[in-house]
């Protein structure tokens, strides 16, 4: 039998260690001559064309504690916690997790997840890849100190070592909870009577539970309250205008009655609240409430002063309070300045007080100044004394009337008034007031010599009044002159509008003026439902129909003519009306 030949040898024993490639090298090599190769040399060849795979590297962490979220219930022997744990494990194997070492748990679920808990009671051992919610139930005991002159108890527990430890602490029948020591904060009470609860992760805590004190009730004990005052200043030309808004916070006893000091030369024309009433003593406004307040009492005031060129900024400050709490703003109205003199103990408000500022003081123009000693700050103002500045000024008068035939006539009447500080218009006008508004708000007008006084609002710049009643006016019976008196006002105005209808029986109507006469344009706003009716049916032109609705202007008269005038006047005293009244000559007849 032939020897086989040594390139033969090769490829049987690379075919039988499956190295294909390196044998089909050998054997194009052993082709062309012998190859003698050494057994270490082969086989590291071999480890090199087949290295062994790489094993994967252990996780770095084992597992991963998360979260703990703790709700303690406390009561007057014990504490009982629930915990519920977040962990995530990342190895498959067994891993622990230390518990706080105080207390005793009761009860442990997994939540389907492989575990025990150690026999130490400390340790929790789990296994199984992946994020799991466990919940413990523990309890702790809670020491009372019997030498403490009000009931206080003191716990004591350590929290999980986890990423976030937060809760709950809920005690029923306790007045009071500080933490006494540890990293650890609670919050106010929510609905339910629980405070929030955040920790440092694996650190003791010392909390400190109070009951109520054995003591008479607050509103036993002698009168202690703090104030908060709050005042907007207006410096006008012609007055100083001071809103002003009192809190009175009542810590212990019953308020029976608020005394605030009024500042020099002011004096108060309106007050609003839940009050009985109130007087003035000595410079001292004297508040009684409708019942003796055990909680806070809010008035808010109007005072004026005349008007000053140097003044400081008025404060209001209540007697008999702990602590006050002043802040102010200053703003001037129309053409001048306001320099600011002397700072004072003042300073500019930079954060939010502890008791909320009321709103109408938050909306107030003006920078928020906090008085900190007892010199307020001094202003000084400068008027431009070239231009004459009004009260008061009517932009607008307009003047709708319908005359009847019987002696009287009706009439609604609209005055746009820019007030600058004045505090009531008076408009004088014969006759009967049916209706009285300014703006959307019914209004009841004084009367004195000089007229019907409507009250303004002092924070307007710009508001609407509206009045409607019946004149004594007589029209003539056969031609001549008939004078419609138009309204006298305590403030100038400066365009005048009139608009008079007048029955057709057979007559003509001119203006005598006839540089008066002008187009009248709609009335700024319509006039009230029921109002309109009410004047018509008093002067018995139409019938009281309820259908007859409340326009911008009367409704539709039949067998009417219309006159309108229009004239700019600057006038707080406007002349008459005068119509010419001639009777219509029949024309001559063609046949």
């Known amino acids: 039998m032939a020897r086989p030949s040594p390139a033969a040898r090769v490829r049987r024993l690379a075919r039988g260690l499956r190295i294909l490639p390196l044998a089909a090298g050998l054997a194009a090599t052993a082709a062309a001559q012998d190859v003698t190769l050494a057994l270490d040399r082969y086989d590291e060849l071999v480890a090199r064309a087949y290295p062994e795979a790489e094993k994967e590297p252990p996780p770095a962490v084992p597992l991963a504690f998360e979260a703990a979220m703790l709700d303690l219930e406390v009561d007057e022997t014990r504490a009982r916690i629930e915990s519920d744990l977040t962990v995530t494990l990342i190895a498959s194997d067994w891993q622990s997790v230390p518990l706080p070492g105080r207390g005793s748990f009761v009860a442990v679920d997994f939540g389907g997840l492989e575990g025990r808990l150690d026999p130490t009671g400390h340790v929790l051992w789990l296994r199984g890849e992946g994020r799991h919610r466990l919940h413990l139930s523990s309890v702790l005991p809670i020491a009372r100190e019997e030498s403490a002159t009000r009931a206080t108890w003191r716990l004591r527990f350590e929290t999980p070592a986890a990423a976030l430890v937060r809760g709950f602490v809920s005690a029923a ?37 109070r009951a109520e004190a054995n003591a008479p009730a607050l509103s036993e004990l002698p009168v202690r309250s703090d104030a908060v005052s709050a005042a907007a200043l207006e410096v006008r030309r012609e007055r100083r205008l001071l809103h002003a808004w009192i809190t009175a916070l009542v810590r212990q006893g019953r308020l029976e009655e608020l005394t ?38 809010d008035v808010a005031l109007e005072l004026v002063a005349p008007p000053a060129a140097e003044l400081d900024s008025p404060l209001l400050k209540v007697s008999g309070a702990s602590s006050t709490f002043l802040v102010f703003k200053t703003e001037i109205r129309g053409d001048g300045f306001l320099d600011l003199v002397d700072p004072g103990d003042a300073r500019q408000l930079d954060s939010e007080p502890r008791e909320p500022l ?15 000693g007892e010199r307020p700050p001094r202003w000084q103002t400068s008027w431009a004394d070239a231009t004459e500045v009004l009260a008061a000024q009517i932009d607008r008068l307009l003047l709708d009337v319908v005359i009847g035939s019987s002696g009287r006539a009706a009439y ?17 006008l ?3 007031l049916v209706a009285a508004r300014r703006g959307s708000a019914v209004v009841v007008p004084g009367r004195s010599a000089a007229g019907w006084i409507v009250p303004l609002s002092a924070a307007a710049e710009s508001e609407l009044v509206y009045l409607a009643g019946i004149l004594p006016l007589e029209l003539p019976r056969q031609a001549g002159i008939l ?8 403030a100038p105005a400066a365009r005048v509008e009139v608009r008079v209808r007048l029955p057709e ?27 309109v009716p009410l004047v018509v049916s008093q002067l018995r032109l139409l019938a009281t129909s309820a259908d007859v609705p409340g326009t911008a202007a009367w409704p539709a008269l039949s067998g009417f003519a219309v006159l309108e005038a229009s004239w700019s006047a600057l006038s707080a005293e406007p002349a008459p009306l005068e119509i010419r009244i001639e009777t219509q000559r029949p024309g001559r007849e063609w046949f």
């Open 173 to 209: 029948g306790i007045a009071e909870i500080e933490v006494e020591s540890g990293s650890a904060f609670l919050d106010e009470p929510d609905p339910q009577g629980r405070r929030r609860l955040v920790a440092e992760p694996g650190s003791e805590v010392v909390l400190v539970f």
């Open 260 to 297: 605030v000091g009024l500042p020099e030369d002011y004096d108060v024309v309106r007050l609003d609240g839940a009050v009985a009433g109130w007087e003035i003593r000595d410079r001292n406004l004297v508040v009684t409430p409708r019942a003796a307040v055990d909680d806070r009492l």
């Open 358 to 372: 009321p709103s109408g003081f938050r909306a107030a123009a003006g920078r928020a100044l906090v008085l900190d």
């Open 412 to 428: 609604q009447l609209w005055a746009e008034v820019r007030s600058s500080g004045a505090g009531h218009l008076t408009l004088s």
């Open 430 to 432: 014969p006759g009967d």
């Open 483 to 490: 004078t419609v008196p138009l309204p006298r006002t305590s």
């Open 505 to 531: 029986d057979g007559r003509s109507f001119r203006l005598v003026d006839a540089a008066r006469a002008g187009r009248v344009g709609p009335p700024p706003s319509a006039a009230p439902a029921g109002e």
